[in-house]
């Protein structure tokens, strides 16, 4: 089992930025990719950003919406990935999930993700 747990959320004006925290634990040997989803109100949890941790370690990706704004890196040591969101826009707001694969490499699809954190609300203000 990984257990993740988020952090970092709040509340920003549009064209700050924040940085969301996701700490992991357990058997986190066992994790491939590393990836941020978020899921506003009324709509489907989308993909955000994703970065290896196995094979092709450090790969990152992100989607077309947060390309350019987002980075998301890794400290091995402490075992955490971060999502470093800057120029955020309304649209941006969201609760934003940290979830682990220990089956797929450099995966945007939900399903192929085991272990997910509680999430972190994300709100920005226009």
């Known amino acids: 089992q990984v257990q993740l747990v988020e952090s970092g959320g709040g509340l920003v004006q549009a064209g700050g930025s924040l940085r969301l925290s996701c700490a992991a634990s357990?058997?986190?040997?066992?994790?491939?990719?590393m990836g941020w989803f978020r899921q506003a109100p009324g709509k489907e949890r989308e993909f955000v950003a994703l970065?290896?941790?196995?094979?092709?370690?450090?790969?990152?990706g992100y989607s077309d919406s947060v390309k350019g704004r987002f980075t998301i890196s890794r400290d091995n040591a402490k075992n955490t990935v971060y999502l470093q969101m800057n120029t955020l826009k309304p649209e941006d707001t969201a609760t934003y999930y940290c979830?682990?694969?220990?089956?797929?490499?450099?995966?945007?699809?939900?399903?192929?993700?085991?272990?997910w954190g509680q999430g972190t609300q994300v709100t920005v203000s226009s």
């Open positions: 979830a682990a694969s220990r089956t797929h490499y450099y995966s945007q699809k939900i399903d192929d993700y085991d272990y």
């Open positions: 970065i290896s941790i196995s094979w092709g370690a450090g790969q990152t």
């Open positions: 357990g058997r986190t040997f066992s994790v491939l990719t």
